[in-house]
C-alpha cells in the first residue's frame, strides 16, 4: 500500500422496492445531482463511481446476488471524511431527505469505510464484480497479484482492488473486506468464470478464509462516474 493510505465509502444499497430495477440507476443519478449544491460533499468525495447491478443479460456469473441493486465506491480526501460527512449541515439538509426515493433505506445504514489496496493497477473499466466478504475466524489479509495464477478468472480482471472495511459496520453489514474486480466487458466476465459458482473459484489461500454463505457478489456497470 502506498505510504498515504486512500479511504473510501463503499454502499451496498437496494432501491426504493417502488422504483422498477431498470429506473433505479436514473433515481441515483439525480440524487447524486444534489451533492453539487453540498460544499463538503465537493470536497470531501474525490471521485464517485455508481455501480448499478447488471440486469436480465447472460454472463451473470453464478452465485452473483440479485439481492441488491448498486454498489457505490466513493473516494475519500482522507478518513476523517468518512465520519464528517454524516453530520454536515447541507448534506443532511440536501440529500438526506432524497434518500427514501431511491435506497430502501437511508444511505448510512448500508455504507462501509475501508482504505485501499490496489493488487493489479490496470484500467477502471466500465464492469466491475465486486465481492463483499466475511472471514471467518482470523480474518482477512489482502489478496497479492502473484497468488492469482494464470488459470484465475480473477487473473482476467484489468484492475483489481482490495478494500480493508474499517470502524463499525451497519447492522446486517458485518462485511471485513471489498474486492472491487474491473473486467472489459461483460462477455469477458463470463469467458473468465465460466460455469463454476464464483464462490468455488476465490484465489488460492483465500476460499478457506472466506465465509461464503455470508458474502455477497456483485456483477456491475458503471452508471455515473465522477470525475
Known sequence: MDLEERWKMIYLARRNPALAPEDFPQAWREHSALGRECRNVQDKVLGVRQCSRVLDRPGVPQ????????????????????????????????????????????????????????????EETGVCVVLFLRG????????RGQVLGTDSPWAAAVRLVWNSVAGLRP??????????????????VAAAFGEAPVWAQLPTGL?????????????????????
Open 136 to 143: 471467518r475466524a482470523g480474518g482477512l489479509q489482502p489478496v
Open 207 to 227: 476460499a478457506e478464509r472466506v465465509d461464503a454463505t455470508r458474502s455477497v457478489c456483485m456483477l456491475t456497470h458503471v452508471t455515473h462516474r465522477r470525475p
Open 171 to 188: 447492522p446486517g453489514y458485518d462485511y471485513d473486506a471489498i474486492v472491487e474486480a474491473w473486467f472489459a466487458s461483460v462477455d469477458a
Open 63 to 122: 452465485g452473483a446476488s440479485a439481492g441488491y441493486d448498486g454498489v457505490n465506491l466513493l473516494a475519500l480526501r482522507n478518513r476523517q471524511a468518512a465520519e464528517d460527512i454524516w453530520s454536515d449541515e447541507e448534506t443532511l439538509r440536501i440529500m438526506r431527505p432524497d434518500e427514501p426515493r431511491v435506497f430502501s433505506t437511508y444511505v448510512r445504514d448500508f455504507t462501509l469505510t475501508a482504505s485501499e489496496t490496489v493488487v493489479v493497477d490496470g
